[in-house]
């Protein structure tokens, strides 16, 4: 696609429940990224996905929050359990693995946990 | 830890006028910075990517500094307009290498006044 694509924009659950957020990167890009941004804040870190390496797990909050990326294209962001407190905007981003490593983001799936 | 500051938090001008929003960090060792422009409930938009080895980038009118060594980028928009009125920020890539995940800083605010 011509842009890093996010579903569902919106997304509305209970507490208590799962959801699962998807990330498309731009194609051949071999990095992606998830951040959070509550309401009113700075986007905060949570994975990094980074070709065929470990990924960079040190960001997620609490181990409620897991994140894969399947053959090396698309992303799900899963949080298990949902708390109030996990309510704020999820974004994706991603960049080409050489130079220059330009990141690109999603429009964002907006979480709301009630 | 690397961390990145942005001031002012936020800033109102009258259209026409030039300004420079500030972005610094805590650790030089930084592969590159990016300059990101956010609309109320948008995404990002890339603005411009300054590798560590380079001093300054533009984009018509937009010019963004990098000073590795002290830790500082500026980014200066030259007559202001009222389409210019979103927040900004910046990101490190941290690290020596294109591995590195990005660090933002918390945002400028900026109102453009007709």
């Known amino acids: 696609g011509a842009g890093v694509s996010q579903s569902p924009s919106n997304k509305v659950t209970e507490k208590g429940k799962d959801v699962e957020l998807r990330c498309d990167p731009i194609?051949?890009?071999?990095?992606l990224y998830w951040y959070r941004q509550s309401l009113g804040q700075g986007l905060e870190f949570l994975i990094y996905?980074?070709?065929?390496?470990?990924?960079?797990k040190s960001g997620l909050p609490s181990d409620r929050f897991s994140a894969e990326r399947t053959g090396g294209s698309v992303s799900t962001l899963t949080i298990q359990r949902t708390q109030q407190e996990d309510s704020a905007v999820y974004l994706c981003?991603?960049?080409?693995?050489?130079?220059?490593?330009?990141?690109?983001f999603g429009q964002g799936t907006r979480l709301t946990v009630v | 830890k690397q961390e990145v500051t942005q001031i002012p938090a936020a800033l109102s001008v009258p259209e026409g006028e030039n300004l420079v929003l500030n972005c610094s960090f805590t650790?030089?060792?930084?592969?590159?910075l990016q300059w990101f422009r956010q609309d109320p409930g948008k995404g990002l938009t890339s603005l411009l990517l300054?590798?560590?080895?380079?001093r300054e980038q533009t984009s018509g009118r937009l010019n963004a500094s990098l000073d590795k060594s002290s830790g500082r980028s500026t980014l200066y928009i030259a007559a202001s307009q009222p389409g210019d009125s979103a927040t900004y920020l910046c990101?490190?890539?941290?690290?020596?290498?294109?591995?590195?995940?990005?660090?933002f800083g918390q945002g400028t605010t900026l109102q453009v006044k007709p």
């Open positions: 300054i590798q560590s080895s380079q």
């Open positions: 990101a490190v890539r941290a690290g020596s290498s294109n591995t590195g995940k990005l660090i």
């Open positions: 996905f980074q070709g065929n390496s470990a990924p960079d």
């Open positions: 650790d030089s060792a930084i592969y590159n």
């Open positions: 194609s051949g890009h071999t990095a």
């Open positions: 981003a991603s960049s080409f693995g050489g130079r220059p490593t330009e990141a690109f």
